[in-house]
């Protein structure tokens, strides 16, 4: 098949690009560094010309509502309108676990991508995933103040982006029809406390800063995170390693 990647150098992208081509796939990698531009619709047509399915990786430069809303569903315009065009099949689109229930900041701009995905003529797969592992490093980055790291309280079940890409995989080059649902969730084996793996990779780091847990109260979703409405569902697939057994193979932290 002939599939195109939006978002194709990015954390889930370029293991999408690469198992696509290990299983012999023709794959047209998008993004703005290849002179494609899902925003602005640079150099789509072109990009989509025989393209049987994309695969919709991207991400926007701002995790703040207004901003990340308004990429997402920009971006999903402009991928259906260019795909219908190019004659596309099928869109699969990463997403994430449990927003549905959310009002505020990126998780209600994913809401948003979805549905204007939908709302298009191409169908449409929703694949979503839980919190990467990469993101505790990102939560301990932005909450470091003097030698206290302040690190929000949630539940999460952490996945490795790969085996977040096999999934999208999966969907993209599955057969047309069937009994296929229209949605499907990948997370990690186990739930896990944020803070306690923050925890986890301060120690892996040697480092002598000392990790709390915190609730932001003007955060109308912030129970929502502790309560666990980021965990997949019973029929979610679920794949490792666990964050503690990616933290202690990898040096990237």
Partial sequence: MRIAVAGATGRVGRHVVELLENGGHQVVPMSRAQGVDVITGEGLDAALAGVECIVDTATGPSPELGPATEFFT??????????????????????????????????????????????????????????????????????????????????????????????????????????????????GPRAEDLVDMARLLIAKRASNLRVEGVSDPDDPDAALQESGALLPGPDAFLAGPTFERWLATTDHV
Avoid: C
Wanted: no cysteine.
């Fill in 74 to 187: 920009v971006a999903a315009g402009n991928l259906q309108a260019a795909g219908a065009r190019a004659g596309v099949r099928r869109i699969v689109v990463v997403s994430i676990i449990g927003i549905d229930r959310f009002t505020g900041g990126y998780n209600a701009a994913k809401v948003a991508h979805e549905r204007a995905m939908l709302a298009g003529t191409i169908p449409v797969r929703i694949v979503r995933a839980a919190q990467f592992h990469e993101l505790v490093g990102q939560f301990v980055e932005w909450g470091t103040r003097g030698d206290v790291v302040y690190v929000p309280r949630m539940q999460t079940q952490l996945v490795d982006p790969r085996s977040v890409a096999e999934v999208l995989v999966e969907q993209a080059v599955a057969p047309d029809g069937g009994e296929e649902p229209a949605r499907v969730e990948i997370a």
